[in-house]
């Protein structure tokens, strides 16, 4: 056999239907970054939250709150970053989606989602890694704005040219 068929039937037999899938996760230092970023975010609008961040499988990596948040606050964002994490969608444009449309309204049943906004999904490599989310600062758009900035700030878009 030449060393050529070997390499292209090693390659194949990776690809091969079986095999381990290998996929991207938020890792603890990932999780902590943007559960720090939000917390930052959120005071810099004068606010306090919790913050969650869940991995690939919807397990608990991160956990943060600020001093005078309510303890309900940490379930909260707790389960908006799993309801991102496995709708792979924001928890605002999932509640419009429920609101409005007569086939979704379900959704709102399902007690391991809660559909308020302030959750969004983690995405590396056109994939959902995990979700964040975000409670206790004053209301949905608060939450969705800390969750967002926390994203940009640890994942800043590409610039074209760079």
Known sequence: MSGAFLILASATALSAPGSPLERGTVSLVLANRLASAAIAACTRIGREAAVA???RGGNLVALQ?????GPHNTVAAQRKAFTALSTKSSTTALAARAASDPTSRNLTTMAELLLVGG?????????VIGGIGVAGA????????CALEAIADVFPPA???R
Do not use: C, E, L, Y
Not at 65 to 69: A, K
Not at 138 to 145: E, L, P, Q, T, V
């Open 159 to 161: 610039v074209p040219g």
């Open 138 to 145: 004053g209301g949905s758009a608060n939450d969705d704005r």
């Open 53 to 55: 961040v869940v991995d």
């Open 119 to 127: 959750g969004q999904p983690i995405t590396a490599g056109g994939s």
């Open 65 to 69: 709150r600020g001093d005078d948040v």
